[in-house]
Nanobody, 127 residues
Framework: QVQVVESGGGLVQAGGSLRLSCAAS????????MGWFRQAQGKEREFVAT???????SYADSVKGRFTISRDNSKDTVYLQMNSLKLEDTAVYYC?????????????????????WGQGTQVIVSS
């Protein structure tokens, strides 16, 4: 069973950039659909981005044009490049993996679409 571990979170000023990484252990990630979610304090966890293969990608409207999800199968790592960060991007960011094929409509953007979750990495955007 694959496990995923996030890294790269931290404190950044508004307008700045961070790159989150999600590394797999136990098994390769290359056949898995991967997603990034986030949870701000006092709020429910929400979808951020997802990638299947290399080109099946979807973003939440709130991050579209600012965040980029990508994967490096040779390193079994998925990335979330976050640019033009805003105060409202402050949250714990979670990486998630789906082990089976996704046969639903559109993209896997719900928590229930994923069965493997990391512990999260904190991102704080300051003014």
């Amino acid at each position: 069973q694959v496990q995923v571990v996030e890294s790269g979170g931290g404190l950044v000023q508004a307008g700045g950039s961070l790159r989150l990484s999600c590394a797999a252990s136990g098994r390769t990630l290359r056949t898995y659909a991967m997603g990034w979610f986030r949870q701000a304090q006092g709020k429910e966890r929400e979808f951020v981005a997802t990638i299947r293969g290399r080109v099946l990608i979807s973003y939440a409207d709130s991050v579209k044009g600012r965040f980029t999800i990508s994967r490096d199968n040779s390193k079994d790592t998925v990335y979330l490049q976050m640019n033009s960060l805003k105060l409202e991007d402050t949250a714990v960011y979670y990486c998630a993996a789906r082990s089976g094929p996704y046969t639903g409509v559109g993209h896997p953007v719900n928590e229930k679409d994923y069965s493997i979750w990391g512990q999260g990495t904190q991102v704080i955007v300051s003014s």
